[in-house]
């Protein structure tokens, strides 16, 4: 039987690596990267890094595979993720098929926490559902970017027997009502904090997170909403990517 863990790696920062994830990557034969191109390619850098520092038998290997790109523009957002989580399987199917012998185990490193914003455990499932590889894997938890984020600002989460929500920027630019104290808001591309209606919110917002690169800023909306504009497109120039996350909580 083919092993696999997915294997959470934290928001940037080697030190966020946990003591399982050490053993679980001390497991593993065979590393599979996804290559997003060459702006990011110090994700991948930092997957080869951690490896190095918590590995101690260096038999282990990488193999690197193109990940499919997301159809972007005036599209279907839900079709193209659809789409995508397809091609990706496809990807992940030849891998394990053809990269991974019996009784062997490959590592996906996934970034921050696998079970938050991350299709690689569903992707697996579906894999396993289509009957057309056989595997049992496992799931490792990392420190998401949501974490990172309260603890590089020294704030809870939530307010005093109050509930959290997270959500994308997606919704948030839509209009999405929330009636929570404390919305944290991921994968936002459109600035949507500046659609928030009460400008006296205060936001936590965080870039980077974990990294050498990170930046941090926070204050009410009215005050840094266009600071943050700016240093999120300064930065994307920079790096060509950008990854941030932020926390609104209402005044």
């Not at 593993?28 to 290559?35: H, R």
Request: hydrophobic share 40%.
């Amino acid at each position: 039987m083919k092993r696999l863990l997915v294997i959470g790696i934290g928001a940037g920062n080697p030190d966020y690596i946990t003591l399982q994830a050490v053993k679980a990557l001390n497991r593993v034969d065979v590393f599979f990267l996804m290559d997003k191109g060459q702006s990011k390619n110090k994700l991948i850098e930092l997957r080869r890094d951690i490896c190095e520092r918590y590995i101690t038998d260096p038999a282990y290997r990488f193999v690197e595979a193109q990940s499919p790109e997301r159809e972007r523009g005036d599209v279907d957002y839900t079709r193209a993720v659809d789409d995508l989580n397809r091609a990706k399987q496809q990807t992940f199917e030849r891998l394990i098929n053809e990269e991974l012998a019996d009784e062997q185990c490959g590592g996906f490193l996934v970034w921050g926490d696998p079970a938050l914003y991350d299709s690689t455990i569903r992707i697996l499932r579906a894999i396993l559902a289509s009957g057309r590889c056989v595997f049992e894997f496992e799931v490792i938890p990392g420190i998401s970017s949501v974490q990172a984020l309260a603890a590089q600002h020294k704030v809870p989460l939530n307010t005093i027997g109050r509930p959290i929500e997270i959500t994308t920027g997606r919704r948030l630019a839509a209009g999405q009502v929330s009636d929570t104290d404390s919305l944290v808001v991921m994968l936002d591309a459109e600035d949507a904090y500046h659609s928030v209606a009460d400008q006296q919110t205060e936001i936590y917002w965080g870039a980077y997170l974990g990294t050498p690169d990170e930046i941090l800023i926070s204050g009410k909306l009215k005050d840094v909403a266009d600071l943050i504009e700016r240093m999120r497109q300064a930065a994307r120039a920079k790096h060509g990517w950008i990854m941030d996350t932020y926390l609104l909580r209402k005044p």
